[in-house]
């Protein structure tokens, strides 16, 4: 797919076909992934693939656990009607898990984020790479990243970026529009 298209062509998914993810794009999609830059070439992320419904359900759980969180702290209340269901039926989660420890030099100098700068690049190379392969995809972090690590037995020295659901969209979703890139010139300007 032409570059530009596929940038905008990428969209986040919530409802999906019941049609399995092959072995094959599996691997284009984290192939696309370990290509992504990382603080001295490191490579902090690693990849948990779900495809088995019990496991996805105990996914949904940590969700629905997540909205009860959100309501018991009176946040949005938008969040309460945040449909969980769509997670269990994605053909693929890919949670994507790395070591923050793995960040390059820039805990030397106030910058510790670098692990999970690579691996959002990484997750960004997933998704176009979803897309392009005429699939759809969902970065979702609606979870909290503790009860996640007890259901997939990650171990405690790493974090988690995301839970990438991936498929067979079952409509088009319309693409939130963006507002005009707001650059600076030469220096930060408030105006
Ligand atoms: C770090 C990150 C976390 C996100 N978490 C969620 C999520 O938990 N649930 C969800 O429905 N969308 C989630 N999104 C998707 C955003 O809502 C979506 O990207 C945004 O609304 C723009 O829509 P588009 O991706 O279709 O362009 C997340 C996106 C990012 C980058």
Redesign the pocket.
Known sequence: MEFDELIKKR??C?AFKPVPVTEDQLQAIVTAGQWAPSPLNEQPFEFISVTDPAVKAQIQKTGIEAKQIIEDNNGPAWAKKYPMNFIGEAPLILVVVYNPNKGGLGNYFGQPHGALQSTSACIQNMLLKATDIGLDS?????FNPASLKTVLDIPTELDVA?AVLIGTPAME?K??PRRSPKIHRDRFSKE
């Open positions: 969209r986040s919530r969902l970065w979702f972090t609606f995301g979703a693409a939130p």
